[in-house]
């Protein structure tokens, strides 16, 4: 049984930082692409950052570009998101998301993905 749990989600004011970890378990780790999504209240789910099965490539929402950082960590299995300089806007709980196949590189889809962690909160203040 494939887990993703996340971490690290909390309250804090504007132009502050957080860093996400989630930890996954019960699948190949390292063929995989692995993504960050993030839902607020009223709206759709949305594509935050994604990082390749090598950790090589990355891609990122225009709106947290310059901001959000995504990297993985294979020797222990675990995807991270650093926030830095956040916004009221961002405000939102953070999933990730492991994708659906192999090999993956820029996948923005929520199709493209097969399992998802059960979030985490993250509140920033203005």
């Known amino acids: 049984q494939v887990q993703l749990v996340e971490s690290g989600g909390g309250l804090v004011q504007a132009g502050g930082s957080l860093r996400l970890s989630c930890a996954v378990s019960?699948?190949?780790?390292?063929?995989?692409?692995m993504g960050w999504f993030r839902q607020a209240p009223g709206q759709e789910r949305e594509f935050v950052a994604v990082?390749?099965?090598?950790?090589?490539?990355?891609y990122y929402a225009d709106s947290v570009k310059g901001r959000f950082t995504i990297s993985r960590d294979d020797a222990e299995n675990t995807v991270y998101l650093q926030m830095s300089s956040l916004k009221s806007e961002d405000t939102a709980v953070y999933y990730c998301?492991?994708?659906?196949?192999?090999?993956?590189?820029?996948?923005?889809?929520?199709?493209?993905?097969?399992?998802w962690g059960q979030g985490t909160q993250v509140t920033v203040s203005s």
């Open positions: 019960g699948r190949s780790f390292s063929n995989y692409a």
């Open positions: 990082v390749s099965w090598s950790g090589s490539i990355t």
């Open positions: 998301a492991h994708a659906r196949r192999s090999g993956g590189i820029h996948i923005s889809q929520i199709k493209e993905y097969a399992y």
